[in-house]
């Protein structure tokens, strides 16, 4: 969906929260083995996607939820 949705590395668990320029996305896809080192955010337009272009270096905040173990109320 486009303004959630990022591809994150196979590092980052699915459903991980990507803060990138102050704007929250979840990771929803894995980046192929090759491109493991990079997040692309979706984009459904392919102009918007030209004038967004290429990002190196970006600074990014992943956040991961972890859950307990034993289940709830314990």
Do not use: H, M
């Not at 894995?30 to 918007?48: A, G, I, L, N």
């Amino acid at each position: 969906t486009e303004g959630i949705t990022i591809t994150c590395p196979r590092k980052f668990p699915l459903g991980s929260f990507v803060v990138w320029n102050g704007k929250s996305f979840v990771c929803q896809d894995r980046t192929s083995p090759r491109f493991d080192d990079r997040f692309d955010v979706y984009v459904k337009d392919w102009k918007e996607a030209k004038r967004l272009g290429l990002k190196r270096d970006q600074k990014l905040d992943v956040y991961q939820i972890l859950k307990k173990k034993g289940g709830a109320g314990k």
